[in-house]
């Protein structure tokens, strides 16, 4: 898998990132599929870019 994106469980799809000094973790509650990881990719890269251009709050509203 791709580096900020995992298994939980075995059951869902979870990425992590950095923001603010540590790493967070968001369980998507998505099926470890590809295309789910692949959408996974892309969220994880919009938060990226968030936390990048200072506009990131914490707050993963998006998540599925």
């Known amino acids: 898998l ?5 298994i939980r469980n075995g059951k869902t799809l979870q990425i992590t990132f950095p ?3 540590r ?3 968001e369980d ?16 994880r890269a919009e938060i990226l870019n968030d936390i990048a251009r200072g506009i990131f709050t914490g707050e993963v509203a998006d998540s599925p």
């Open 28 to 43: 998507l509650r998505l099926p470890p599929t590809m295309a789910n990881i692949e959408h996974a990719i892309r969220f």
């Open 19 to 21: 923001f603010n000094g």
């Open 2 to 6: 791709p580096r900020g994106i995992g």
């Open 23 to 25: 790493n967070c973790h």
